[in-house]
């Protein structure tokens, strides 16, 4: 029995290299959902990166379309896999829209997991300028507070397959 009302988002949230987005292409999958993911939803109608983004507006526009995108995906007709971005939880707004619209699910990993990851990737404008264990704890621990008290469920990733992240956020929903 599920302690969560649905219908209801699964909303994942959690810093840059948590798995946000491949652990919802894989819960979509599983639970036969369609997956939204606020980056590339603003990717695909601005028609440039995130990294682009940044660049040529700065910071706080891309806030501004990340504020817009989470309030319009939150209204979805349809029950979503939600995936936030790291930075999403920045603004109460946000949280207040997410936590109305599903159960939040917090993605946590450890500096040198998340290191790992967004070496891999290079993407992140906000890592743009060295990527180091001391940067990316600088980000992230302040923001941990934001995370927690966001959070329904929180779920440690360092060392869990996808496969696995994903069965135990099907099992604690
Ligand atoms: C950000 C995280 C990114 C993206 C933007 C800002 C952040 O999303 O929204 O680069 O402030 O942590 P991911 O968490 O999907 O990398």
Redesign the pocket.
């Known amino acids: 029995q599920s302690r969560y009302l649905f219908p209801h988002h699964i909303v994942l949230a959690g ?3 948590t798995g ?2 491949t652990v919802g292409r894989e819960l979509a999958k599983m639970l036969a959902m369609d997956q939204i993911d606020i ?1 590339k939803v603003i990717e695909d109608r601005t028609r440039m990166t ?1 990294a682009q983004i940044f660049e040529t507006h700065g910071e706080a526009y ?1 806030r501004e379309l ?1 504020f817009k995108t989470v309030e319009e995906m939150s209204a979805h007709k349809n029950i979503i896999i939600f995936c936030s ?3 999403t939880v920045l603004n109460e707004k946000n949280v207040d829209n997410l936590k109305k619209s599903g159960v939040i699910v917090w993605l946590k990993a450890s500096p040198e997991i998340i290191l790992e990851r967004v070496r891999a990737e290079n993407t ?3 890592l743009q300028n060295g990527m180091t264990i001391e940067k990316i704890e600088s ?1 992230l621990n302040p923001r941990m507070e934001l995370y927690r008290n966001a959070a329904d469920i929180a779920i440690d990733t360092d060392e869990k397959s996808i496969h696995e992240i994903s069965l135990e956020i099907v099992e604690r929903l």
């Open positions: 810093f840059m290299g946000k987005t980056d995130i891309f990340e971005g790291g930075g992140r404008p906000l980000i």
